[in-house]
């Protein structure tokens, strides 16, 4: 029997990387066996090109250049970490995936949607989620989360204006509305126990 991948989506301080470490927990309570990872990154490969992709100034690389080392980390992490894990029978709970790529290089970096998936089906045969929870929030309210968290300051990303946020959500938007059976919205406000309750009830046909 092989398992499920699930990803976890959205801008950032909405809190991906707090309910997969959740999601995970509530999981493993079910008896299921989970293997946490995250992108960029996600095998040795993937986390050297990661260190590329997040380090350094906000104009580091072009749109069609940061999509390019996205698909090869990405390409890495499904053939060394995410299918061996699936293979096994694990569920892979991820932090960010594709969908992440085509929001941010993709529909507001301006190199396409279509252009990343075919990016992805070179690079990785054009495997999907089992399912994707995508966390929203109002974009003032993931800023203050992200202000509070970020001690030593933002990466690349983060660091880019609240417009470019504001873009980012709009874009996750379109391509939940585009996807429903495959990507499920799932409201990123209240406490974290609340949302981990939300993000499990979504999987409750899965499980
Ligand atoms: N439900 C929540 N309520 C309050 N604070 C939260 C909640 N979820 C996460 N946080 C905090 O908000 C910040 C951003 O969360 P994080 O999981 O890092 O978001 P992301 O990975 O989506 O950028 C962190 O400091 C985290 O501890
Ligand atoms: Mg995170």
Do not use: N
């Amino acid at each position: 029997m092989t398992g499920r991948f699930i990803t976890l989506e959205g801008g950032e301080g909405v809190g991906k990387s707090t309910q997969a470490k959740a999601l995970a927990a509530a999981l493993r309570a079910r008896g299921v066996e989970v293997v946490e990872t995250r992108e960029p990154g996600g095998s040795p490969g993937a986390e050297a090109i990661r260190q590329l992709l997040l380090q350094g100034a906000v104009d580091r690389w072009s749109a069609e250049a940061e999509a390019l080392l996205f698909a090869a980390a990405r390409s890495d992490h499904v053939a060394r970490t995410i299918r061996p894990a699936l293979d096994l029978g694990k569920w892979v709970v991820c932090d960010r995936f594709l969908d992440s790529s085509i929001a941010y290089q993709g529909i507001v970096g301006h190199v396409g949607a279509d252009a990343i998936r075919q990016l992805h089906e070179i690079g990785s045969g054009g495997f999907l989620p089992d399912r994707t929870l995508l966390l929203q929030m109002e974009g003032r309210a993931a800023a203050e989360r992200t202000r509070t968290r970020d001690t030593e300051g933002p990466d690349r990303f983060g660091a880019r204006d609240s417009a470019y946020h504001d873009r980012i959500g709009f874009a996750f938007e379109v391509l939940a509305d585009e996807d429903p059976t495959r990507i499920r919205k799932v409201d990123a406000a209240g406490t974290a126990a609340e949302v981990t309750g939300r993000l499990v009830a979504a999987l409750a046909d899965l499980l």
